[in-house]
């Protein structure tokens, strides 16, 4: 592949380092089947000899970012993941909205000394499953809602612990939702192939270095994604460093998700993209708080599903997270407009926290120092641009005008 037929996308360092900050902090090939061992492990369970759900479960699928490809570490020190499905139930619709949580929280648990009875716990509108490696799986019971869309359900909220807090059955669709932002965010095939490859390439870096640099097999690739998917992960990941000390409940993964699946495709890049994407969320949110009212978002797919039934509580709020989109959009736009690298750290630590950012900063530190050393990374006098060998052979990295090829040290000392 010659320059000339090199996509664009993925030719800038800001982009290059955004695209290495989603795959950090994504949910890899490996836990990704972990995962759905686990979901299967579990549908069977529940449906084992003696559970009270036995043959009473008619479906078992994932939703929210498991279904669309956008899982990311929920932590921001350890890399703890959260896995949604749902399953449907084959009760009577008229049940009480406790019913159905009792009963899937007893058909996992188990008997004592059972594999998920220390691990599951009851929540409001799921039962949790907490795994000792800092994986944990959150099953929805839902009543599937008959002569209405695929999959249309009652949804339960129940909280035992708050006896004077109302229990009451909702409608919804994560099924449908999952596939209609699928449509509306389909992959550059250009962009996920290069995307994909970077992806296959870090996590084999990460198993030969926790074999201790034994060889080891090839893995198989990650999901392609377009790149708004991608800008979805970096916003999931950039809202819970603004929450992490916060109190109350956080903007929902699904209401970002809707707002940017109604922008996508309209840039070239990765980091226009995001940009795009901020400046698009940042003016839903101002129309709505302009006019007095909380922002109300509804799934597509199904009006009687809000998106934003529990956030934003008040307009308080929304005026907190309308503060950190501005702070994100004036961030993002001097990433767009072209800093050094130092500056682009910077901006990223505090858009992603420490331990990612340093970690893709110093890699590709690495590659290029390694590249120049080696003769396959050279500086163009002049024109701002690296020969970047992992992108692949022959492709020019565009960094800002000034910039210098970089030494085997790093920044960050030798």
């Not at 993925?10 to 955004?18: A, P």
């Not at 795994?131 to 695929?150: A, F, G, K, Q, W």
């Not at 996920?192 to 034994?214: C, N, P, T, V």
């Not at 994100?328 to 990223?348: R, T, Y």
């Amino acid at each position: 592949m010659n320059s000339k037929t090199i996509p664009p996308q993925l030719t800038e360092t800001t982009d290059i380092l955004l695209a290495d900050v989603a795959i950090h902090i994504q949910l890899s090939r490996t836990d990704y089947n972990k995962a759905v061992d686990r979901y299967q492990t579990i549908n069977d369970w529940i449906e084992r000899d003696g559970s009270p759900l036995k043959d009473l479960v008619q479906l078992f699928y994932p939703q929210g970012s498991m279904a669309i490809g956008a899982t990311i570490a929920s932590k921001l020190k350890t890399d703890e993941f959260d896995i949604d499905l749902v399953a449907q139930l084959g009760l009577p619709k008229d049940v009480l909205p406790h019913e159905p949580l009792d009963l899937l929280f007893k058909a996992i648990r188990g008997e004592p000394g059972s594999r998920y009875y220390r691990m599951t716990k009851r929540r409001t509108r799921c039962v949790t499953v907490d795994y000792s490696d800092d994986m944990h799986i959150d099953v929805t019971p839902v009543i599937r809602r008959l002569d209405t869309p695929e999959r249309e359900s009652w949804l339960f909220h129940d909280r035992p612990e708050a006896p004077q807090e109302k229990s009451y059955r909702l409608i919804a669709n994560p099924y449908g939702f999952a596939e209609w932002f699928k449509a509306n965010t389909p992959p550059d095939q250009d962009f996920a192939d290069i995307f994909e490859k970077r992806a296959a390439e870090y996590e084999q870096l990460m198993l030969m270095e926790a074999a201790e640099s034994d060889p080891v097999p090839p893995q198989e690739p990650p999901f392609q994604k377009s790149k708004a998917v991608i800008v979805l992960q970096l916003l999931k990941r950039w809202r819970n460093v603004q929450y992490d000390a916060r109190s109350g409940r956080r903007p929902p993964s699904i209401l970002i998700a809707k707002l940017v699946a109604d922008a996508a495709n309209h840039t070239d890049r990765l980091s226009e993209e995001f940009l795009l994407q901020a400046r698009h969320m940042l003016s839903e949110f101002r129309r709505w708080h302009g006019a007095g009212c909380r922002i109300h978002v509804a799934n597509p797919i199904c009006e009687q599903d809000v998106l934003t039934d529990r956030w934003p509580e008040s307009l308080q709020d929304q005026a907190i997270f309308i503060r950190d989109l501005e702070n994100l959009v004036m961030q993002v736009e001097g990433l767009v407009s072209g800093c050094d690298l130092e500056e682009i750290k910077k901006i990223m630590m505090e858009l992603f926290g420490e331990a990612p950012t340093i970690d893709v900063v110093e890699s590709f530190v690495r590659r290029m120092g390694d590249g120049v050393l080696s003769g396959q990374s050279q500086h163009s006098p002049g024109t701002g641009s690296l020969v970047f060998p992992t992108t692949a052979a022959g492709t020019r990295v565009t960094t800002p005008s000034g910039a210098v090829s970089t030494p085997k040290h790093t920044f960050f000392g030798d």
